[in-house]
């Protein structure tokens, strides 16, 4: 096919493109003259019939009726599907989409998770204990006194056969440390239960996350420096610590710690009641009660424990009043999270 | 504990505001609180006189007053009922400014003016009282200003004294921390007595018969009492700490407990038969009636302090209403005594009777100042009730405890607490806190506890009292670091945080649940097996009472709840433990459930969700839910089995079997069981155990590359009885089909009246391709007629052509 042939087969072909009343028709055109088997491809096949010196144009021509035909089939295309769905009329981009959303996880298991992966990042792995526990490792492992109120039936629920609801997540600290040699690194989520009538702040069954990390030569300022940690990353880059001195039966010295307003800073809010501290967590120093309990010499060995509301600091994080929200599971609380 | 600021200032000499005062106490281990602050200067408010009352014209409730204050007489209106002619009550002039900005104006109340305001306490900050007019004494002059009556403000913290610190349940002790903090001084009260009369012992007997619950007992006498009312500022301290005024004998002994922390008690003494003390138990069937006037009945186990006939006191608790003090005492045998703490508790518990006494013997009182106490409030009796003070005490202390001396070593107490701190400034934290040291070098120290620190027993106890007086805030905070636990193993609890985020990303939102149910709750999906629960023998209410055994009743009761607001789907999970009751005397096993729950057109598309949903419907989408997360999980190899079961409805009821092991089940509940929350259609709910999702939760599997060649796609559609099922469908395709079968996809299901009742049109979509070529067309026909003919000859349907 020579040059000439070749122009007048690309006005042929766009003429059939302009004719083509349907997409079908198109589609036949596109067949005929681009398609495998198609016309375009024998002239390609054909150019190495003909004079070298001509190659080059016929090569040219050949491409232009590709594109041009190509851009003639876009828009007849176009043109006809215009026709069909009437003139101007943009689609409603503002409908809502359809895609099905994902769930949410309960405000609570995003706080532990989120605790427990800062930790893990220190190094700590997770324990797991039983919520039934046995006296023995829910108190006097951990040096309660036997008059301790904790273990009134008042406060705490035992069963028939005299094991009890753990009312903390210490007796983790107390399992895993009878199964393992120092050193211990550990954080233990886990629910808690009390007999605490239910009220915007009480709740029979609750959550606590226990910390512990037990090793030669373990000091309180290595505690003050993983809390202080531990608050920026829950927190809020900036968040500080502080320490009060407290009384826990397991630790000596014993602390409550706040933590600094996430919220204003310090200077003072209604989230921090004013005070620009909030109360977080107990921690302190393992009593060498406890290290006997379990078998470890506590000459030898220290460290420290800490324990933290999980509710509370939910309830903190979310301004959340009343803790038995957390419990209602009313789809249109949990879909906030 | 409340603690009057003036109180402490008695024996402490410091100089600091409060709210400094407040953040040394806080920071130093008692945490203040609360600041309490009781009255003012009363500028503008002074005493004065009513001369005459009269009826209000307009209003019944009202009168008018005729005052004087000092220099004229005002007319002034007053509603409170108390008012009297020759009162004296406190009158605000105009111009005063009460509690919370109050300006007192002169104003016309229901047409009559009022020239100043008569006061009731609530009205000047000094209490809630706002029964009637404050009486102020009668010999109150008219004119003085009500400061120079009420003498100066006062301020009040309240303090959380720890269980480990009950020296700090008194004034004194309290002082002494504060002169730890302020490096000062305690200046303890005089307590030097002037005696007279007959000795002691030749006027009353003390038997201790048992010196183990009562380490120690003195007594002694004062004769020559005048009951009557207590000194003003004594009343007045009481009340600030908490405690009703009643006389000063018995004010006195309550003011020096609250002083030194010593409970005290005065009997009269001519009301004690035989006039002598015995400390014993109680002898079966003794009763007493205690001063609060409640008749109560004693255990052999209860330590009484009694006259020698009868009970006249529950040792420690409370006194008995027989022996008290009353208008006409004379004479006061005055008990500072011991007790051993786990004795009062328990008596005290079962009394149900919790008083300033108890609370103090229970957490421990400081033996060594019995006798200090003693001669206290008898001093004090001397002062202010006229007493005699017999020559002596009778002191029963037979075994007075030893010494102790504990080693601190100063490297236990920079390692313990991360510090490089000097011997000397341990030294100098002992001494501050009054802990002498009897020997010490540069590497230790010897402290000679004092008795009223009992708390101190050991060195890790003394590392604590210089780590809150060395300041918390001074630990450094070093850079978290430790040796890496190689053992260390939490990958079940990851595989657990994964598959929540699995069940998440399939729509489901999580839900949390009590693990203590309602036994009724679990009746309805029991069928009443309270046998087979765990159930608390002493739970807060019926509602929380029983372990669960299942997360699927409370599932229902959530989606229930949210039903009943008017959402109008939900899709929802849960991850929790259930409790399952053993025999024998055993705890219950434990066991990780896994819980979803739906209701609603969850599985629709957003334009479809008004036509109602069918079971079918509902029953697809949960399994389609379980299939998405058992993929996820990486579990393979189970299957369904059909379940008869009390909440599900017959034929949407299934049995997830792992192997051959039950795991679980999922089905569509029962009209019966989802009507308890007024359900019309379909809820779906499936229950697994979560470990046997866990186990391969991380395990890798060698993938399967795709094929390159292109695949050939046929339909099959076919007529069959409705019993026909789906995999008997799958099975013969399989059999029949050659290796190049890559997927079999069921893309129509029809049931109508076109195709006759009792029949079903299903279609299938064949998807053919060749690992190592691409297929022909004639190659493909083959393998699909193939299978055309083992569906007509195995299960005797109708084949269509397609």
């Known amino acids: ?337 | 504990m409340k603690l009057p600021i003036s109180w402490l200032k008695d024996y402490v000499d410091f100089d600091d505001t409060v709210e400094g005062l407040s953040d040394k106490l806080t920071f130093s281990g008692t945490e203040v609180e609360g600041i309490i602050r009781v009255g003012s200067d009363y500028c503008g408010v002074v005493a004065a006189e009513v001369k005459a009352v009269e009826r209000h014209p307009n209003a019944d409730r009202l009168s008018v007053c005729e005052v004087f204050d000092g220099t004229d007489d005002w007319q002034v209106v007053c509603g409170a009922p108390n008012v009297a002619v020759g009162g004296r009550y406190p009158l605000a002039r105009i111009g005063a400014v009460l509690k919370g900005g109050f300006k007192i104006k002169k104003s016309k109340i229901r047409g009559v003016e009022s020239f100043g305001m008569l006061c009731a306490e609530d009205e000047l900050g000094l209490s809630e009282n706002h029964e009637g007019l404050m009486e102020l004494p009668g010999d109150a002059v008219a004119g003085t200003p009500l400061s120079e009556i009420l003498g100066p403000p006062e301020v009040i913290l309240e303090l959380e004294v720890t269980p480990n610190r009950p020296d700090c349940l008194s004034v004194l002790g309290m002082a002494r921390e504060v002169a730890a903090l302020y490096d000062t001084t305690v200046n303890y009260p005089d307590v030097s007595l002037v005696e007279a009369g007959a000795a002691v012992e030749s006027a009353t007997r003390v038997d201790v018969l048992d010196p183990e619950r009562c380490p120690r007992y003195t007594a002694r006498i004062l004769r020559n009492v005048k009951i009557g009312p207590a000194p003003d500022w004594m009343r007045k301290r009481l009340e600030y700490a908490g405690i009703r005024p009643i006389n000063n004998v018995v004010d006195i002994t309550n003011y020096v407990m609250m002083e030194c922390g010593r409970p005290l008690h005065a009997f009269d003494q001519s009301l004690l038969q035989e006039g002598r003390i015995e400390v014993r138990t109680a002898r079966a069937g003794e009763v007493i009636r205690t001063l609060d006037d409640a008749e109560r009945p004693l255990q052999p186990d209860m330590l009484v302090i009694a006259d020698a006939a009868n009970p006249v006191a529950v040792a420690g608790v409370m006194g008995g209403a027989g022996s008290e003090i009353r208008e006409t005492t004379e004479t006061v045998l005055l008990e500072s005594a011991c007790f051993e703490p786990d004795g009062i508790r328990s008596t005290s518990k079962t009394l149900g009777l919790s008083t300033e006494s108890s609370y103090r013997f229970e957490r421990g009182t400081d033996v060594g100042e019995t006798e200090w106490a003693s001669r206290r409030a008898a001093s004090l009796m001397q002062q202010f009730a006229g007493a005699e003070t017999a020559p002596g005490v009778i002191d029963v202390f037979p075994y007075p405890p030893a010494e102790r001396n504990i080693v601190c070593r100063l490297e236990r107490v920079n390692s313990l607490l991360g510090l490089r701190g000097s011997m000397n400034e341990l030294l100098r934290c002992f001494a501050l806190l009054g802990l002498p040291v009897v020997a010490s070098d540069e590497s230790f120290c010897t402290v000679n506890v004092p008795t009223f620190r009992g708390d101190l027993e050991r060195e890790v106890d003394l590392i604590e009292e210089f780590a809150r007086l060395y300041g918390l805030e001074n630990i450094p905070e070093r850079s978290p670091s430790g040796r890496i636990v190689k053992e260390a193993n939490d990958r079940r609890v990851r595989a657990l945080y994964a598959c929540q985020a699995n069940l998440c990303a399939l729509g489901l939102n999580e839900i949390q649940n009590y693990s203590l149910v309602s036994p009724k709750l679990l009746d309805l999906f029991d069928g009443g097996k309270s046998k087979e629960r765990e159930t608390l023998p002493h739970p807060i209410s019926a509602d929380q009472s029983v372990l669960r055994t299942s997360l699927i009743p409370q599932m229902l009761d959530t989606l229930g709840k949210n039903h009943a607001r008017q959402t109008h789907e939900a899709g929802l999970y849960e991850c929790g433990k259930v409790f399952l009751h053993q025999a024998d005397g055993q705890s219950p096993v434990e066991v990780e459930r896994l819980c979803a729950g739906l209701y609603g057109p969850v599985g629709r598309e957003r334009f479809d969700r008004r036509r109602p949903v069918a079971p079918d419907e509902m029953f697809l989408w949960l399994k389609g839910l379980f299939e998405g997360l058992m993929a996820a999980q990486n579990v393979g190899g189970w299957r369904l089995t059909p379940l008869e079961n009390v909440f599900l409805e017959k034929g949407y009821a299934v049995q997830i079997l792992l192997g051959d092991q039950p795991i679980g089940l999922l089905g569509v509940v029962n009209r019966s069981v989802r009507g308890a929350w007024r359900f019309n259609e379909p809820v779906g709910v499936m229950e697994l155990d979560t470990n046997e999702l866990l186990v391969h939760a991380f395990s890798i599997r060698e993938i399967v590359a795709p094929g390159v060649y292109p695949p050939v796609e046929r339909d099959v559609a076919l007529v069959a009885d409705c019993s026909l099922t789906h995999d008997e469908i799958l099975r013969v395709i399989e059999q029949a089909a050659p290796k190049a079968l890559e997927k079999v996809e069921l893309f129509d299901l029809y049931e109508g009246e076109t195709i006759g009742a009792g029949k079903k049109s299903m279609a299938y979509s064949l998807t053919y391709r060749s690992w190592d070529k691409t297929l022909t067309d004639e190659e493909a026909n083959e393998y699909h007629n193939g299978v055309k003919r083992a569906l007509r000859e195995s299960l005797s349907v109708e084949v269509r052509e397609g």
């Not at chain 1, 903390?168 to 040699?181: F, G, I, N």
């Not at chain 1, 406890?290 to 220290?302: H, K, L, N, Q, S």
């Open chain 1, 1 to 337: 096919m020579n040059a000439e042939e070749l122009k007048q087969l690309k006005e042929q072909a766009l003429e059939e493109t302009a004719e083509a009343g349907s997409n079908e028709a198109l589609e036949a055109v596109r067949i005929r003259y681009l398609g495998r088997k198609g016309v375009l491809q024998e002239v390609m096949k054909g150019l190495k019939d003909q004079p070298p010196q001509d190659r080059p144009l016929i090569g040219q021509l050949a491409n232009e009726l590709k594109q041009e035909l190509q851009a003639a089939l876009t828009d007849k295309t176009a043109a006809l599907e215009g026709a069909t769905e009437g003139p101007e009329t943009l689609f409603d981009y503002t409908l809502p989409g359809d895609w099905h959303s994902m769930g949410t996880r309960h405000p609570l298991s995003k706080i532990t998770e989120r605790a427990v992966a800062i930790f893990r990042s220190l190094g700590f792995t997770v324990a797991e204990g039983p919520d039934v526990e046995t006296v023995y490792n829910n108190f006097d492992a951990l040096n309660t006194p036997p008059a301790h109120p904790s273990r009134d039936m008042q406060d705490t629920f035992y069963l028939d056969n005299g094991d009890l609801l753990r009312c903390h997540t210490s007796p983790v600290q107390v399992r895993y440390m009878q199964k393992h040699r120092p050193p211990v690194r550990i954080i233990a989520p886990g629910r808690c239960y009390r007999r605490d009538t239910p009220d915007a702040t009480h709740s029979a069954n609750f959550h606590q996350i226990e910390g512990l990390y037990v090793d030669e030569q373990v000091s309180m300022a290595d505690l003050k420096g993983t809390l202080s940690y531990f608050a920026g990353e829950m927190m809020g880059p900036g968040v500080k610590i502080r320490f009060r001195p407290h009384f826990f039966p397991f630790t000596e010295p014993s602390v409550e710690c706040d933590f600094s307003c996430h919220v204003c800073g310090g200077a003072g809010c209604r989230v921090c009641k004013q005070s620009g501290w909030i109360e977080i967590l107990g921690a302190g120093m393992v009593d060498p009660n406890v290290f006997r309990a379990v078998g470890y010499d506590p000459e030898r060995i220290t460290g420290y424990a800490f324990g933290m509301g999980i509710e509370r600091i939910a309830m903190i994080l979310y301004g959340i009043h009343d803790i038995r929200m957390l419990y209602e599971n009313d789809v249109r609380f949990l879909k906030q999270f």
